[in-house]
C-alpha cells in the first residue's frame, strides 16, 4: 500500500519550467531551463542534453549552452533568435529575452540601467496583454513624472506649460508625456489651476502612498526613480548630490529593526518638509531615495 502512495506521488510531482518574467539573470535563466528539461523525464532512455539544446537551436558546438551558463561566451543577436527557438520562446517572449541579454552583457552602467528599465516596461506589457494586469488601471497609476510635477507646484517661479516643464526637468520627459500627467493630475484634484491667474498649486488631496499600490506599480515606480538616481551619479555634478552606501552583514532581527527605521524616517522628512512648503515656496525639486536590499544568500 505505502510502495503504491509513494508511486503515484512520484508520478504527480512534476518539475515547473521557470518562467522569464521572474528573472533578471538570463544565465541563471537557462541553467534553471536546461535543469528543468533534464528533470522533466527522467526514465528517458536519452536524457536531456546540452546536444539536445544546441540541435534544438541549429547550432553546431554541442556544449555551446554550458559555456554560456558558465559565462565563458556572450550571446549575439542571431544566437538569441537561436536560442529563443530552442527555448520555445513566443515572440514577445523572445523580445524580452533579447533585453535580459543585453541587459545582462551590457558593461556600461547607464547603458544597463536603461535596459533594466526596458525590460520593465516589456514585462508590464506582456502582462497587461495577457490579462495579468488592468491594463485601464495602469495606466492611472502615477509615474515619477506626477510626483515631481507635485513637488514643482511648490517650488517658486515655475510656469505650468508642458514644454517649460519638460526645460524644467531636464528633457527627462517628453512634452507628450508631461501633458498627459498634467491633465490627469488637474483631472484627480492632485493639482489645481487657479481659473483667473492659471496658477497651479497642490491639490488638497494628499500624495497617494506608494504602500497603497499594487506590488507591479509600486516596482515601477521604483524602477524609475533609480534610474534617475543611475543618470544623476553618471551625468550630474558631484556638488549637486550626496550619493552614500554601506554593506553590511545583518541578522533578520536587525534587518527588520533597520527596515522599520527607514521608514520612519523618510515619512518623517516627508512630513516635515510638506510644513515648511506651507511657510514658503521650494528652490529646486529634489529626488530623496533609500535602498536596502540583500546582495547574498542567506548561509
Not at 83 to 89: E, H, R
Amino acid at each position: 500500500m505505502n510502495h503504491n502512495t509513494s508511486e503515484i506521488n512520484s508520478r504527480q510531482i512534476k518539475p515547473t519550467a521557470p518562467a522569464l518574467g521572474a528573472y533578471t539573470d538570463y544565465r541563471r535563466f537557462l541553467k534553471d531551463f536546461y535543469e528543468f528539461k533534464r528533470a522533466s523525464d527522467p526514465q528517458s532512455i536519452r536524457p536531456y542534453s546540452y546536444a539536445h539544446f544546441s540541435a534544438a537551436a541549429d547550432i553546431k558546438s554541442p556544449n555551446y549552452l554550458k559555456m554560456i551558463i558558465e559565462g565563458k561566451r556572450n550571446l549575439s543577436k542571431s544566437m538569441v533568435a537561436k536560442f529563443a527557438k530552442a527555448l520555445q520562446l513566443t515572440r514577445a517572449e523572445t523580445d524580452e529575452f533579447e533585453v535580459l541579454v543585453l541587459y545582462g552583457q551590457a558593461a556600461d552602467a547607464l547603458e544597463k540601467n536603461r535596459y533594466l528599465k526596458s525590460l520593465s516596461e516589456l514585462r508590464v506589457k506582456r502582462k497587461i496583454e495577457n490579462g495579468e494586469l488592468d491594463g485601464q488601471a495602469w495606466s492611472k497609476v502615477p509615474s515619477w513624472v506626477a510626483f515631481a510635477l507635485q513637488a514643482l507646484a511648490e517650488q517658486k517661479g515655475v510656469e505650468f506649460t508642458a514644454q517649460n516643464l519638460r526645460q524644467i526637468l531636464g528633457g527627462r520627459a517628453t512634452v507628450d508625456e508631461i501633458q498627459r500627467t498634467l491633465d490627469m493630475m488637474i483631472k484627480n484634484g492632485d493639482l489645481v489651476r487657479d481659473q483667473e491667474s492659471g496658477v497651479i498649486s497642490r491639490g488638497l488631496k494628499p500624495a497617494q502612498n506608494t504602500e497603497e499600490l499594487p506590488p507591479a506599480a509600486v516596482r515601477k515606480l521604483q524602477a524609475e526613480l533609480i534610474y534617475l538616481g543611475m543618470e544623476s551619479l553618471l551625468e550630474g555634478r558631484p556638488e549637486e548630490r550626496e550619493f552614500g552606501s554601506v554593506t553590511l552583514a545583518l541578522t533578520e532581527e536587525e534587518f527588520k529593526q533597520l527596515k522599520f527605521e527607514l521608514r520612519h524616517f523618510r515619512k518623517r522628512i516627508y512630513k516635515e518638509t510638506l510644513v515648511n512648503r506651507e511657510q514658503k515656496p521650494g528652490d529646486r525639486v529634489f529626488q530623496f531615495n533609500i535602498q536596502l536590499f540583500p546582495i547574498s544568500e542567506g548561509s
